[in-house]
């Protein structure tokens, strides 16, 4: 992933758990922008195991739908394109209920 660096000014990075890897990411970019900055850049899977990536980012399509929990809160699914990165949060592409 590639951000724009000219002219851009953002906070310090923060760390955020991405299936158990750790990303860097700025306070104010999406979970969407974590998991893009993540090796894997994938989302969930589709039914056929198919990876899926982002597609509207503007949340309508939930093409960007992973997992998320704040500390010790549980997992709740999201559209990674609509919520921001908090320092706590840990991200999940697959639901964490169903892990074996
Ligand atoms: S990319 Fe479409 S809802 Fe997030």
Redesign the pocket.
Known sequence: MRRIEQGVTRPEPIAVEIDGASVMVHPGETV?VAVLASPSRRFRDDRSGAPRG???????????TVWAALGTSPWRRV????VLVEPTVRISTRDPESRP
């Open positions: 969407a982002m597609f509207c980012n503007m949340g309508t399509c939930s093409e960007c559209r990674g394109c609509l």
